[in-house]
């Protein structure tokens, strides 16, 4: 659920009153008096998080009261839109008042424990054992782990059966196949592929299996590997197999073209399937990304949130705030939230018992595996790297750039200080 | 005055009080919400202010080292001139269409009052919903327009309003026109009722025609009022942000990012706030020259009207 699905204008009003808060807390009126700190019982703690749609709030605000009743406390959740989390995050710890329990998207949370907001998890003697490497390395900043994602999720590819049924198409696994199908797919009023190609993370983060499948990597963006990766894409636009409005369509907006029928396949995440399911007359499939190579494993970005326990004057509500972190992040919680969300447990040991009961989930929970944090490389310095990145992708689909003027521009970008 | 303290001996000291206890509030207010951010964005703009200084409230002195940085990166170039062509073109577009439109509405027609109000549509609707509703009618593939256009067999393929990178800078230019015609019209209009009547009755007396009379009695005595729209309009102008961000988000490649959206990327999105608010300085030192010379126009204007016995 890296980027909750908004249609643009929502997203941008709710971006605008994310700035008009932060304005307020960068001009330091703040205000507010923080956590109180008496050191009596604690009767109720907050939570803040991005699960504004339902019904994935209500689910949430259902585990929360039920950890927090193993707990002895009552949960306050709030929910704000995903594009506002971190301007608020930032206004709420210049002005002390940050809630007890917080959950970050896994690649902001590097950002935020630097600024020294976050506690380390292992002072409250939290097991963060048994993770799977990827979702761990995200949670962790400078050798102590800060968040832990009660599952994972990451995105694969989502097909039509009835267009590739109709055309005589097989699912396709590697890019030479992706083309051709995409190609056979293609008609009047239909395109055969769509992906995000945005001037957001968000563009970025559907660009990283292409990227990395091909041995492409963050760190050096001006190799033959991750030009290849591009080309792929130019390939598709140009030759009229996806269309050139990838630019500016979020992962939402290509879910409605895929549901509308315009596309006959997507890259998309797992979250989209309750709503996929909602149309009974849409048949839809799901399979890893297609590779460079036959019999390659795609290698997928890392997706989930991390929950966190901040700063705070009350040693007695971080305990209950970590009592009920733990909760969430218990084995069977992990299964109770993965398939209300079709993610994946990011226990490993979890994960292989799930994919038994449910095997539309396979083929993430395949990918989950060899997922990779975005920050698991870079670190902090990842969003440098992530815009180069799709400016690198705008400029090559636009045609102003060659892929490698491109991704030589975006090296510069991620290297720049 | 009857009784207190002690009867004021000087009136005139009474006068003076009175009028700080009016300019008071004024300026309290000018210096809260005006002074203050333009301080602390000055301020601002020479420290390394970071998400961490949200928490710490530590914001290191650097100098002139966001300016340095942001003057050299090669999108400043980019951006800068996108931003002069985007003012240029929408101020262009804006005012002939508003001035066109004030002149129509000058006349006497059935309708002309209910038409007039009408017009003021686009400024009445928030520019997240039009500029939705834009970015909805501009799509390549689906949107109206071009759905019109393969219809009237003016193009084959549509033109790909918000994905060529040239194209997509006419597109926010268009839409930030039709924005920006009903204050133009508003004002124009305002200021052509001020023209007297009795002065076009005789010029139409000495034989002028439409031309004419516009090119010396409307344009004449339009002046001062064009160049408050025209200066305003340069300063909207230049810091429009929603349109763009709804419409395009800077893309494709940045072929629409002006200053502005550079400035609100640096903030809000990537939290450089020290380099950020450098460039918002950048973009109110050049409405500033724009400030000016709006001032220094009003003063001729004054100056040549009180030159008029």
Known sequence: ?417 | MRSGPRPATDPRSWERLAQWMFLGPAAAYLLLFFGYPIVKNVVMSFQQYTPTTFYTGAAPFVGRQNYAEILASDLFAKSLLTTLLFTAGSICGQFVLGLGFALFFQRRFPLGGVLRSLLLLPWLLPLVVSGATWRWMLDPDTGVVNAVLRALHLSSSGIPWLTGTSQALVSVILINIWIGIPFNTAILYGGLQEIPTHLYEAAKLDGAGPVTSFRHVTWPLLRPVVSVVLVLGVVYTLKVLDVILVVTGGGPANATETLATRSYELSFQQFEFGRGAAMSNVLVVISLAFALVYLRANRRARNAEEAIP
Not at chain 1, 2 to 28: C, K, M, N, Q
Not at chain 1, 277 to 288: I, M, Q, R, T, Y
Request: hydrophobic content about 40%; glycine content about 8%; overall charge positive.
């Open chain 1, 1 to 417: 659920m890296i980027s909750p699905a908004r249609p643009p204008a929502r997203r941008i009003a709710a971006l605008l009153t994310g700035t008009i808060a932060l304005i307020v807390a960068a001009t330091g009126c703040g205000g507010g008096t923080g956590a109180e700190s008496a050191p009596g019982k604690v009767a109720s703690i907050t939570a803040l998080d991005y699960y504004t749609d339902e019904p994935e709030h209500s689910q949430w605000g259902e585990i929360l009261t039920s950890c927090g009743k193993r707990a002895g406390v009552m949960v306050e959740q709030t929910s704000v839109p995903g594009a506002s989390l971190v301007p608020k995050v930032l206004q709420r710890a210049s002005s002390r008042t940050l809630p007890d329990l917080l959950m970050l998207d896994n690649p902001d949370l590097q950002q935020i424990a630097q600024t020294g907001a976050l506690t380390p998890l292992g002072r409250y003697g939290i097991d963060s054992g048994g993770y799977a490497k990827g979702i761990l390395s995200a949670g962790t900043y400078k050798g102590k782990v800060y968040g832990l994602a009660p599952y994972v999720s990451t995105i694969a590819l989502f097909y039509n059966k009835d267009m590739l049924a109709k055309a005589g198409v097989a699912v396709p696994r590697t890019w030479d196949e992706l083309k051709a199908a995409a190609a056979r797919l293609t008609r009047p009023g239909r395109y055969g592929m769509a992906v995000d190609a945005n001037a957001t993370f968000e563009g970025t983060w559907q660009f990283l299996p292409f990227l990395w499948s091909n041995g492409g990597d963050e760190k050096h963006l001006d190799t033959p590997q991750a030009a290849q990766a591009l080309q792929l894409w130019v390939d598709l636009v140009k030759s009229g197999s996806m269309s050139k409005s990838v630019l500016n369509w979020t992962q939402a907006d290509v879910h409605d073209q895929f549901v509308a029928g315009r596309t006959a396949m997507m890259i998309n995440g797992p979250w989209r399937i309750p709503a996929l399911d909602k149309d009974k007359n849409l048949h839809w499939g799901v399979a890893p990304i297609p590779v460079p190579r036959a019999g390659q494993t795609p290698v997928t970005p890392l997706g989930g949130e991390v929950w966190t326990i901040p700063q705070s004057a009350s040693k007695a509500r971080q305990q209950k705030a970590a009592q009920v972190l733990a909760c969430l992040n218990s084995s069977s919680t992990m299964l109770t939230l993965a398939e209300q969300h079709f993610t994946v447990p990011s226990r490993p040991a979890v994960a292989a018992q799930y994919a038994e009961q449910v095997p539309s989930i396979a083929a993430f929970a395949k990918n989950v595996e060899a997922a990779r944090a975005r920050t698991g490389e870079l670190g902090v310095r990842w969003p440098k790297a992530a815009t180069g990145i799709y400016t690198a992708i705008q400029s090559a689909l636009t045609g102003e750039q060659t892929p490698e003027e491109a991704l030589r521009h975006a090296q510069r970008t991620a290297t720049s200080n």
